[in-house]
């Protein structure tokens, strides 16, 4: 996920594939439109947050064996990694240990009970957090020196928690504001369900998928691969004969990294052609404004954002190879997002205008037959069709409604996360 950057700067993490630190899994990107919004907004807030925050954690699965586990990076204690043990309100530190991958040695599983119980919580200042949940079995994380959490991985087979059914909702909660989602950038498993309850900023949801969502998802992904023959249905993870996840595109490259091969190269010569005769705008919703120009060549060529090489299916799956490393400036970093998504949409072929990402709206993604069918099938499955599916799922036109199922108020009262789709 080293694409995900993954994500909105300094508000959200960002997490590395394989059993990687906490403190490398959490890296911020500022160069998504969300995150340059939200950066301006926290200059114009005063810190206005409680120091601590009450979560309900509500169990809504058919199991009386679900478990619940924070981590993060504790903002008023030197960005230490911390856990919120069993009984939902002790904060446990793990010292750092002198050989990688000690046990932690707090009991740090927060228990939810049977079906329909709701649990409560409370966090302190957290960066980078997450809320893990796994039903039927317990997590493991591990403690590398530094400190740093080691968290569960769903690419490595040789970590405990592989063929276990878990999950992860983000977050961070900051002095100006508690900003949250529901991430797929990894994997789509179990459904989970946010709701925001806050002083004065009414009540705001992201209901996520029903209980059959995730079963939908794989049916569609074995489908897909009727349909074209391509790996969709490699996506699928499956242990003890039933399906436990279905991965992002990225990570089957994780494994076999000739597994989308040429996928979009079709795509991609007819946008290039398209372009080579009329004009790309790209609004970089940032200082940089619209920066307009042409294929020449084999590049793409919009001003001071410098030239684009032809993207190959693994810069577009992974938002951050190729063409689209970030860092050379600022307006460059300004287009990479929004091309990146528009490929990820297959926008580029049928958006009235020619201008990204404000001339189309969601009824105009995933509509070719090359697009990320994976992001198309975790959208279609959300009650409001609101997901964090691929890196920049958070570009959205000026006005714009938010696709990519986000939360952020800077008077929380209440933070509610449903898992199970029940």
Known sequence: MQCFGRVLAKIRGKSNKGTTAQSSAFTARADTPAAVERKQQQQDLEANTPGTLQLALQNRTNSSNVFAYITGLALDDGNKPIFIQADGKTVHSPPSPAEPLASVTADVAIPLGAPGNTVTATIPKIAGGRIWFVV?????????PGPNIVNPSVTNPADPNYNLDWTFAEFTYNDQQIFANISYVDFVSIPVALTLTTANSGT?????MDADGFQRVVDEMHAQ???DGKPWDQLIYSANGRPLRV????????????AWSNYWDGYVNAVWDKYRNEDMTINTQAAAGNLTGRVVGDELQLGEAG???KPSSADIFTCSTGPFQTGQNLARDGVIPRLAAALNRSQLLNTPGRQFPNGGDPSTYYQDVTTNHYSRAVHAVQKDGRGYAFPYDDVVPDGGQDVAGTLHAGDPVLFTLAVGGN
């Open 225 to 227: 691969t009727a349909r």
């Open 247 to 258: 991965l992002n595109p990225t990570q089957l490259l994780a494994t076999d990294g000739n």
């Open 204 to 208: 705001l949801s992201v209901p996520g």
């Open 136 to 144: 039927d079995a317990h997590l493991t994380f591990f403690v590398n």
């Open 307 to 309: 030239s684009f090489s």
